[in-house]
């Protein structure tokens, strides 16, 4: 089993990015899939969900209405679509599923 997270970066505030997570040896689809973040000197947090089958969401307060989880089944990818960035949105995101973690990638809002 494999995940692997890319699209991270610098960004300016208000730009966008997304994030992808590229898995192999388990079905996707069939797992709640979610993203969470770490800010130096914070706990690792729960940003947002997607259940199997008919993907149900669910955000973390701070990003509803900026941020888009999603995913292609057929790709067996995960993305985070996030609009509207902000400075304490910067961490090092990460995607779960079936118990395993991707090794996270950076994401740095600043002017």
């Known amino acids: 089993v494999q995940l692997l997270e890319s699209g991270g970066g610098l960004v300016q505030p208000g730009g966008s990015l997304r994030l992808s997570c590229t898995t192999s040896?388990?079905?996707?689809?069939?797992?709640?899939m979610s993203w969470f973040r770490q800010a130096p000197g914070n706990e690792r947090e729960l940003v947002a969900t997607?259940?199997?089958?008919?993907?149900?969401?669910n955000y973390e307060d701070s990003v509803k209405g900026r941020f888009t989880i999603s995913r292609d089944n057929a790709k067996n990818t995960l993305y985070l679509q996030m609009n509207g960035l902000k400075p304490e949105d910067t961490a090092v995101y990460y995607c779960?599923?079936?118990?395993?973690w991707g090794q996270g990638t950076q994401v740095t809002v600043s002017a």
């Open positions: 040896g388990f079905i996707l689809s069939r797992y709640h």
């Open positions: 779960t599923g079936n118990s395993y």
């Open positions: 997607i259940s199997p089958g008919p993907g149900y969401t």
